[in-house]
């Protein structure tokens, strides 16, 4: 069974830094890309960065780009999303998921783990 388990939130100040991790289980995460999702209350859920099995492969969503930084550590079975100079309006859960494009960022997310909630102070 596969599981992807998301952590690190936490409460931060405006301009502050987290790093959310996503652990997965029960495949071999070096064979999957993942992608990082939120959504944030009252908003439809929307895709943050996405890291494929090369890590020349990566997206990230216009919003984020240049604060948010996407690794993997396929030894770790774990992707890490490096979130810096955080505004108001990052503040919402944060999910990752698999992709059902396989090894390629395909932004159609399959198996989702729990979220990891993010509150920016302003």
């Known amino acids: 069974e596969v599981q992807l388990q998301a952590s690190g939130g936490g409460l931060v100040q405006a301009g502050g830094s987290l790093t959310l991790s996503c652990v997965a289980s029960?495949?071999?995460?070096?064979?999957?890309?993942i992608g990082w999702f939120r959504q944030a209350s009252g908003k439809e859920r929307e895709g943050v960065s996405c890291?494929?099995?090369?890590?020349?492969?990566?997206y990230y969503a216009d919003s984020v780009k240049g604060r948010f930084t996407i690794s993997r550590d396929d030894a770790k079975n774990t992707v890490y999303l490096q979130m810096s100079s955080l505004k108001p309006e990052d503040a919402a859960v944060y999910y990752c998921?698999?992709?059902?494009?396989?090894?390629?960022?395909?932004?159609?997310?399959?198996?989702w783990g729990q979220g990891t909630l993010v509150t920016v102070s302003s």
């Open positions: 998921a698999t992709d059902r494009g396989g090894s390629w960022c395909t932004h159609r997310p399959e198996h």
């Open positions: 029960g495949l071999t995460l070096a064979d999957y890309a």
């Open positions: 890291i494929g099995s090369s890590v020349l492969n990566t």
